[in-house]
């Protein structure tokens, strides 16, 4: 914005690994509210075109959903990824956890990067250990009712 220069900034919110491309009306897009207007304006109607369901954002929320919809699950990605050992009969469940953990790992470095360093994602991973340790104390004391 103090450059001077026209900008616009959106995020779709799917990618090559997990988007069914065929179906677009399934996956979302994010615009930026801050913005050159008639750059917001093209992707609106290239998106209405695509058919995504599209969602307008500040930065800061954008940074918030994305630390919520993307650090949460690839956190546990490779939290699963880092315990998980090779089994000669894996259930079903295994399976598709391995399916993502493949996914998600093969996903470009730079940005698992930017995923990981949202300025969101340590209160997000704070939730989950928060979350673990209270399973760790219901699995310890085999307490049924919690």
């Given at each position: 914005?103090?450059?001077?220069?026209?900008?616009?900034?959106?995020?779709?919110?799917?990618?090559?690994?997990?988007?069914?491309?065929?179906?677009?009306?399934?996956?979302?897009?994010?615009?930026?509210?801050?913005?050159?207007?008639?750059?917001?304006?093209?992707?609106?109607?290239?998106?209405?075109?695509?058919?995504?369901?599209?969602?307008?954002?500040?930065?800061?929320?954008?940074?918030?959903?994305?630390?919520?919809?993307?650090?949460?699950?690839?956190?546990?990605?490779?939290?699963?990824?880092?315990?998980?050992?090779?089994?000669?009969?894996?259930?079903?469940?295994?399976?598709?956890?391995?399916?993502?953990?493949?996914?998600?790992?093969?996903?470009?470095?730079?940005?698992?990067?930017?995923?990981?360093?949202?300025?969101?994602?340590?209160?997000?991973?704070?939730?989950?250990?928060?979350?673990?340790?209270?399973?760790?104390?219901?699995?310890?004391?085999k307490d049924a009712k919690r």
């Amino acid at each position: 914005e103090k450059s001077g220069f026209r900008f616009v900034s959106t995020h779709p919110m799917f990618g090559p690994t997990f988007a069914n491309l065929n179906q677009l009306s399934e996956e979302n897009a994010v615009i930026i509210k801050e913005g050159d207007y008639m750059g917001k304006i093209f992707f609106k109607d290239l998106y209405q075109k695509l058919g995504l369901s599209l969602h307008e954002y500040t930065f800061d929320e954008h940074d918030q959903t994305v630390a919520y919809s993307l650090s949460i699950p690839f956190v546990s990605t490779f939290s699963f990824a880092a315990v998980m050992k090779h089994q000669d009969a894996p259930g079903t469940t295994f399976k598709r956890h391995m399916q993502i953990a493949k996914g998600v790992l093969n996903e470009d470095d730079y940005l698992l990067q930017e995923i990981l360093f949202n300025p969101y994602t340590s209160g997000q991973v704070a939730q989950i250990r928060e979350e673990l340790a209270e399973l760790i104390d219901i699995i310890d004391h085999k307490d049924a009712k919690r």
